[in-house]
């Protein structure tokens, strides 16, 4: 079993970039494959990214060429770099954990892009 803590959301102005951060407990990290969700209010959870315990990735489209994930195996920890953020990212966040069938989700954390 992994638990999952998302961090780094928070408040940010249109045009501006966020780092978000998923810590995974546990010593098998790397074998997991992670990926990061988002869910506005009103609408159904989404992909925005993935990335596979062999490190490839995958990207909603709308997302594409904005948002970067990447892995840490050696610190437990996948991250979502998101640049020229605009109102309709505004989401909870949530990291997310799959290996065998079994799915891990984490807390979740609020992105709210507002002037």
């Known amino acids: 079993q992994v638990q999952l803590v998302e961090s780094g959301g928070g408040l940010v102005q249109p045009g501006g970039s966020l780092r978000l951060s998923c810590a995974a407990s546990g010593s098998l990290f790397s074998i997991y494959d992670m990926g990061w969700y988002r869910q506005a209010p009103g609408k159904d959870r989404e992909l925005v990214a993935g990335?596979?315990?062999?490190?490839?990735?995958d990207y909603a489209d709308s997302k594409k060429g904005r948002f970067s994930i990447s892995r840490d195996n050696a610190k437990n920890a996948v991250y979502l770099e998101m640049n020229s953020l605009k109102p309709e990212d505004t989401a909870v966040y949530y990291c997310?954990?799959?290996?065998?069938?079994?799915?891990?989700w984490g807390q979740g954390t609020q992105v709210t892009v507002s002037s």
């Open positions: 990335i596979t315990s062999g490190g490839t990735i």
């Open positions: 997310n954990a799959v290996f065998n069938s079994r799915v891990y």
